[in-house]
């Protein structure tokens, strides 16, 4: 075996000491050439990020419709783990969801009032349901306004709570007979 030989002179990382001098500043000009066009297109995104941020569209609610019929609701989670509807004007009871059932009509209204216990407000006030003379579903909240639009999330959660709202136009329409 061939003994291995160390030596103590320091290694040199860049440009190779061999090369004739034209060729080592052919070398530099190529690492300079590099170095910029890396920082032009570093700055070229920067700035497209930089103009795109400010023409971001801002959130906007959906464009209104006119509401057909609104009913102001009281929500409350009950102990046996069913969600309660109350009408916010008399407190009569409309719905109530029992534990398991309406699960996108519990998951929506809790999204709701989880806004407002980030606000900072409580669930006194009443959130409404609506429909539109166009025939769609809105879950809003006036305390945050956010809203739901239900329709876009498929007919079978649409009659989650159509059969709310159907439901208390049958009590009302009751009531005026």
Do not use: C
Request: no cysteine.
């Amino acid at each position: 075996m061939a003994p291995i030989k160390v030596s103590n002179k320091p290694r040199t990382v860049g440009i190779p000491e061999e090369l004739p001098d034209q060729q080592q500043r052919d070398y530099r000009k190529g690492d300079s050439r590099f170095v910029t066009v890396l920082g032009s297109i570093m700055i070229l995104t920067l700035a497209v990020s930089f103009i795109s941020g400010l023409n971001k569209v801002k959130n906007q609610p959906a464009p209104s419709h006119e509401v057909a019929f609104s009913l102001p609701i009281i929500i409350t989670d009950e102990a046996d783990g069913a969600v309660k509807l109350s009408d916010a004007k008399t407190g009569d009871e409309i719905w109530v969801y029992g534990s398991g059932e309406g699960a996108f009509a519990r998951a929506a209204m809790r999204a709701l009032a989880f806004s407002r216990l980030r606000q900072g407000a409580g669930p006194d006030q009443p959130m409404l349901l609506q429909r539109t003379t166009t025939g769609a579903i809105i879950l809003f909240d006036p305390v945050t306004e956010n809203a739901i639009p239900v329709n876009a999330f498929g007919e079978s959660n649409v009659q989650q709570f159509a059969i709310v709202l159907d439901h208390k136009k049958s009590q009302m329409e009751q009531l005026i007979k």
